[in-house]
């Protein structure tokens, strides 16, 4: 008997229970548009175009114009001959030429069909078709978006110009102090939102990854977690916490708003004691369209999160990381063998999962507490309002985050475990948010001596 709780009504209330229920069961065609659509002018697509977003990465931009499609957007990225990032609509305002096929310019790009010359913010600087005391110069422009690059990616923001967020430096990007940083971007054929809540489903994590096929992360993920949500002033923490011997692990995945998530590393083994209050990845799920995202992240390689220098530098960067199974470039019977994160999330019922067609349980509360998070926000966005969350910190701030990875020395006692489980998983996301405002350095020593405090009794009180 299946004993789970459910957080959601199931999508088929009138289904009597029994066998072959194929012909009652009617599934619905009908996503949740308010979070999947992403075009310009839907609530989502106009909320995520409020928040500095990757569309590329540095190594994509050569010497030729690099024809992209963001949120439903078909976009040109190009350097010009002054070392200058250009990222702009593709078609041409003249006459819709596009500017995939545009010449690269000292400054700027010009359209190779009649020669209209525009700046890297869209300005027109120069119409040779025309005479030079021509008036278009005056009302003419490309549409063009403001980019940053930072550690290996190209950034854009894609929102209304007032008023433009500062681009987000999180801790992640700058501690430990010998953290090294390689871009990578995966290409999923689906929504963006069924990656992104793969994020803040921990419960996956033993399954997919350690007990259906092969083991793909550690034998210790195998462990069946307990699952605990609380939020941040960036989003929430999306905690696991298990058991493994003697030691208590808590892998605490930092869910920012609106489409970022940290994480930790797949190579913990549970026997060694670790307190790394930083990340192994930072990703984005960035829509190309509403069937298809990018998937950028930051793989940071450090002392504190490998340790034993586990993760392989050469293996990241455009369609690969070190993560097994985040692409679907093996075998398809392989793929079958062996279902990675790719195969999974690309598989839930077609391109945009169907949320009316869920049954949701107690350990996807994770996944709606972020589609509530989503949603909030959204509509905050469409009616003027401001974000409750994520929290935006000045430019000259370091954005403190709440990835974690403790693995502590914190035998099984007398008492409940699961229980026990919750609570500490509970306790090591209360030191996080607490220690926020501490230098990186500090902040660990405190949260390791917090957690060397904790004693059994307590958790199994």
């Not at 092969?214 to 977690?225: D, L, N, S």
Request: proline share 8%.
């Amino acid at each position: 008997m299946d004993t789970r709780t459910s957080t959601q009504a199931g999508p088929f209330p009138d289904v009597p229970a029994g066998s072959y229920q194929g012909w009652n069961r009617v599934p619905s065609a009908e996503d949740n548009r308010e979070l999947t659509r992403t075009g310009r002018g839907t609530p989502a697509g106009d909320y995520l175009r409020r928040f500095w977003q990757p569309v590329a990465l540095v190594s994509d931009v050569g010497d030729l114009p690099v024809p992209l499609k963001i949120m439903g957007e078909k976009l040109v990225l190009f350097r010009d001959g002054s070392g200058r990032l250009g990222l702009m609509h593709r078609h041409c305002s003249h006459r819709g030429a596009s500017l995939e096929y545009g010449i690269v310019t000292e400054r700027g790009i010009r359209c190779s069909y009649h020669g209209f010359q525009y700046d890297v913010d869209g300005t027109l600087i120069d119409t040779p078709s025309l005479p030079s005391n021509n008036k278009i110069k005056g009302r003419l422009c490309q549409g063009a978006y403001p980019t940053i690059e930072y550690a290996g990616l190209v950034f854009a923001y894609m929102g209304p110009p007032e008023p433009m967020p500062p681009f987000p430096v999180y801790d992640a990007f700058t501690a430990p102090a010998d953290n090294e940083m390689a871009a990578y971007k995966l290409h999923f054929p689906c929504n963006w939102l069924q990656v992104h809540e793969n994020g803040a489903d921990p419960m996956h994590v033993p399954f997919v990854h350690a007990l259906m096929s092969e083991v793909q992360f550690t034998r210790m993920f195998g462990a069946i977690p307990v699952v605990d949500n609380v939020e941040t002033p960036l989003g929430f923490l999306s905690l696991a916490t298990r058991r493994w011997g003697d030691n208590l692990y808590c892998r605490a995945n930092d869910v920012i708003l609106p489409n970022i998530a940290q994480f930790g590393t797949p190579f913990v083994r549970g026997e060694e004691e670790k307190y790394a209050v930083c990340a192994g990845i930072t990703r984005w799920v960035v829509p190309i369209d509403d069937e298809n995202n990018w998937t950028f992240g930051i793989r940071h390689f450090n002392s504190a999160i490998d340790p034993f220098k586990e993760g392989k530098r050469d293996l990241i960067g455009a369609m690969k990381t070190d993560g097994f199974g985040q692409t679907g470039d093996r075998p398809y019977r392989e793929r079958q063998r062996n279902p990675g994160d790719w195969d999974v999330q690309m598989s839930q019922g077609g391109g945009i999962t169907i949320h009316a067609n869920e049954t949701l349980v107690a350990h996807d509360a994770g996944v709606t507490m972020l589609r509530r998070q989503l949603a909030r926000s959204i509509r905050n966005a469409s009616n003027g309002e401001a974000l409750p969350m994520p929290r935006i910190y000045p430019a000259d701030r370091v954005v403190p985050t709440y990835v974690a990875e403790i693995v502590a020395a914190i035998p099984r006692h007398n008492g409940d475990e699961d229980q026990a489980l919750h609570r500490f998983g509970r306790a090591v996301a209360q030191m996080l948010v607490e220690t926020q405002d501490l230098p990186y350095a500090d902040r660990s020593r405190e949260i390791e001596r917090r957690v060397r405090t904790l004693r059994a009794e307590e958790l199994y009180a």
